[in-house]
C-alpha cells in the first residue's frame, strides 16, 4: 500500500487529559493544541486541529497519562 | 475506511483504577509528571514481551507508591528502600518470575543504598528501573542525593553546596564498576527522542531479565515539574540543559551477551517439612487427644507475671500459658525483660481465651503474680476491680487497699525450706495459681511442668512437689 495514502487521527480523552502541554510541545509538525476550555477536572485539555498528523506517536509517548491519547490510522479498505 | 489504533492505552494497565471513586481512568500523578510517561513504557513494554502474568511489579516508597493500581501485574509495596531485598526473596524463592523494582531517587540513592547495592553485586536477576528526577517529590521538593550542585531545592534554598552536601551521587557509574550487573544505561524521559532511547533500553533490559542474564539497571532523569517551579516544556529543557551534561546519557555497561543465563537454584528446604515444623504445636496438641475440657472462662483471662530476672517470672507465664494450651485455650505470651540475664526486672503478659486473642499486651489484669516490691508497686494499680493478686510475702510488704482479691504466700520460704532450692519458688507460686483459679485442671499445670522440663527428672519432681506445696499453702 502506498505510505502516503495513510491517514492517522490523534485522538485525546478529554477528561484523562491534565494540561502539561507535552504533547503540544513534542508533536513535530504542531498539530496539537490546548483549548481554551476546561474539562471536568477543571484542566485545559489538548485538541487536534483537524489535519497534518504523521502517526509518529510522539505524543502518545511523551503523555504520562495512560490512555489520555490514542494514534488511529485510516486506510483504504482494500481487503 | 477502517481505523486502525497503533497506539493506545497498553495493555499492561488495567483498564480503570479503582484507588479513588470518581477518577476511575487519570493517575493521581501531577501535569507533566515523569513517572507517568515511565508507567506507560513499561506497560506497554511488559505486555509487549507477554510478561504481564509472570512479572512482579514492586512499587516504592514516593509518589508511585500507587503502582499496584495501575499495573495489570502482580504488585507488592515494600518498605521504604527495600524493594530489592524483597525482590531477591521473590526472585530466589521463585526463579520463574520476572521482579521489577521500581524505584526513586530517595528510595534508591539514600536509604535503601545499601540493599540495592548488595543485589546489584549478587547479580540478582531483577531489574531495577531508577526514577531520577533530582528531589524528593512525594514530601514537596526536599534536597535528594541526586540534586545537582546550586540547585534550590526546599532544604537547599541557597542551592547545594558541594562543601555541606558534597556531589550528586552517580548511581549508574557506581554500578557499571562492579563485576556482576549485566546492563547498566541511563536515559531521561523528556524530549519524544530520550523517551524513545528510554523504551529501547528499558525493553533491553526487561528482555536481559526474561533471558535470566541478570542485574540490569536503568536509571530515567525525569522532570517533577510542580517541585521544580516549573512548567513540563521547561522542566524537560532544564534537565536537557543542566542534568544531561552532569549526569551523561548513554549505556555504561552491557556485557549480557557474555553471560550465560542463571540457573534457578535447587531450594534447600524440603516444602513439606518446612510446613510439618510450623504446624508442629497443632498437632501436639490435637483436640481429640486432650481428656479435659476446655476451661469455662469468660472472654480474656489476662495475667501478669512479675518480679526481678532470675525468679523464674518468665517460665512462669510460659507454664500458665502452656497449660491453658494444653486445655485448647488460644494463648499468648508475651515476655518484657532487661538485658540482664540475673538481677533487673522482669515481666510477662500470658493472656488465655476461648477465642482468639486479641491483643497480647495486658494493660489491665485479672491476676497479677508478684514475687518483689518494685512489682507490685508498679502493677498492682493496673489490676481490675476484684482481680486476684498473689505475692510473696517474704519480699513484699503490701497493704490492700480492699478493690481485690489478694493471696500471700511465702513462696521463696516454702521453695527454700520445704523443696530445698529456692528456684522453685516459681512453681509455689504456679500452685497457688492453680489452686485459686481452679478453671484450669491441675493434670494440665503438672503436664505443662512435664514438658517444659523435659529430660531433667529430678527438676521435674522438685518442681511438682512446690507446684503441690504452693496449693497447700493456699488451702491453709
Known amino acids: 500500500m502506498d505510505r502516503k495514502k495513510k491517514k492517522f487521527t490523534p485522538v485525546i480523552t478529554v477528561n484523562e487529559c491534565k494540561g502539561c502541554e507535552r504533547c503540544v510541545y513534542s508533536c513535530p509538525k504542531k498539530v496539537l493544541r490546548l483549548e481554551n476550555k476546561l474539562n471536568s477536572y477543571g484542566y485545559r485539555y489538548a485538541f487536534y486541529i483537524g489535519e497534518g498528523c504523521i502517526g509518529c506517536g510522539s505524543c502518545f509517548y511523551t503523555c504520562p497519562e495512560p490512555g489520555a491519547v490514542s494514534i488511529y490510522e485510516e486506510t483504504e479498505d482494500n481487503t | 475506511m477502517a481505523k486502525k489504533l497503533?497506539?493506545?492505552k497498553p495493555s499492561g494497565f488495567f483498564d480503570t483504577f479503582d484507588r479513588r471513586p470518581g477518577i476511575t481512568h487519570s493517575t493521581?500523578?501531577?501535569?507533566g509528571c515523569g513517572h507517568g510517561v515511565l508507567h506507560k513504557l513499561i506497560a506497554e513494554a511488559v505486555a509487549d514481551l507477554g510478561m504481564l502474568d509472570k512479572t512482579i511489579f514492586i512499587c516504592p516508597v514516593g509518589c508511585s507508591v500507587f503502582g499496584y493500581y495501575y499495573f495489570n501485574m502482580a504488585s507488592i509495596s515494600v518498605p521504604h528502600g527495600r524493594a530489592p531485598a524483597v525482590a531477591t526473596g521473590l526472585v530466589r524463592s521463585n526463579p520463574d518470575c520476572f521482579v521489577i523494582s521500581y524505584q526513586g531517587d530517595g528510595d534508591l540513592g539514600a536509604i535503601g543504598f545499601n540493599e540495592f547495592i548488595q543485589a546489584a553485586n549478587r547479580g540478582e536477576n531483577m531489574a531495577v528501573f531508577f526514577v531520577n528526577n533530582g528531589v524528593y517529590g512525594m514530601t514537596g521538593g526536599q534536597l535528594a542525593p541526586t540534586t545537582l550542585p546550586g540547585q534550590k531545592t526546599l532544604t537547599s534554598p541557597y542551592g547545594r553546596s558541594v562543601e555541606n552536601e558534597g556531589y550528586p551521587l552517580k548511581v549508574c557509574e557506581m554500578v557499571a564498576a562492579l563485576d556482576s550487573p549485566v546492563y547498566v544505561e541511563r536515559t531521561a524521559v523528556t524530549s519524544p527522542k530520550n523517551i524513545r532511547a528510554a523504551r529501547a533500553a528499558l525493553r533491553k533490559a526487561l528482555t536481559y531479565m526474561k533471558e535470566k542474564k541478570g542485574f540490569s539497571l536503568v536509571e530515567f532523569l525525569s522532570g517533577c515539574p510542580v517541585?521544580?517551579?516549573r512548567s513540563a516544556k521547561d522542566t524537560d529543557e532544564w534537565?536537557?540543559?543542566?542534568?544531561?551534561p552532569y549526569f551523561p546519557v548513554k549505556c555504561f555497561k552491557d556485557i549480557a551477551n557474555e553471560r550465560k543465563p542463571k540457573q534457578s537454584p535447587v531450594g534447600i528446604y524440603d516444602k513439606e517439612?518446612?510446613?510439618?515444623?510450623?504446624?508442629?504445636?497443632e498437632k501436639i496438641h490435637p483436640s481429640d487427644e486432650s481428656e479435659l475440657p476446655v476451661p469455662d472462662i469468660k472472654g480474656e483471662l489476662r495475667i501478669k507475671c512479675a518480679g526481678f530476672g532470675g525468679q523464674g517470672i518468665l517460665s512462669l507465664g510460659m507454664l500458665i500459658a502452656e497449660a491453658g494450651h494444653l486445655q485448647n485455650l488460644k494463648a499468648s505470651w508475651l515476655p518484657s525483660y532487661g538485658p540482664e540475664m540475673r538481677g533487673g526486672t522482669a515481666n510477662c503478659s500470658v493472656?488465655?481465651?476461648r477465642e482468639a486473642v486479641g491483643s497480647p499486651l495486658v494493660k489491665t489484669a485479672d491476676v497479677v503474680l508478684a514475687m518483689n516490691q518494685p512489682s507490685i508497686d508498679k502493677f498492682s494499680p493496673d489490676l481490675r476491680d476484684g482481680g486476684i493478686l498473689i505475692y510473696d510475702s517474704v519480699n513484699i510488704k503490701f497493704d490492700n487497699p480492699g478493690k481485690c482479691n489478694v493471696y500471700s504466700l511465702d513462696a521463696s520460704m516454702i521453695?527454700?525450706?520445704?523443696i530445698g532450692d529456692v528456684r522453685c519458688a516459681n512453681s509455689v507460686m504456679l500452685g497457688a495459681f492453680c489452686e485459686i483459679i481452679r478453671s484450669i485442671d491441675e493434670k494440665s499445670f503438672i503436664s505443662s511442668i512435664t514438658n517444659n522440663f523435659r529430660g531433667k527428672e529430678k527438676v521435674i519432681s522438685m518442681n511438682i512437689k512446690a507446684f503441690q506445696e504452693g496449693r497447700k499453702a493456699v488451702r491453709k
Do not use: F
Open chain 2, 239 to 244: 534537565i536537557e540543559k543542566n542534568v544531561i
Open chain 2, 6 to 8: 497503533i497506539y493506545g
Open chain 2, 351 to 353: 493472656v488465655l481465651s
Open chain 2, 273 to 281: 517439612k518446612v510446613k510439618d515444623s510450623l504446624l508442629a504445636t
Open chain 2, 415 to 418: 521453695a527454700k525450706d520445704v
Open chain 2, 28 to 31: 493521581h500523578y501531577c501535569p
Open chain 2, 227 to 229: 517541585n521544580m517551579k
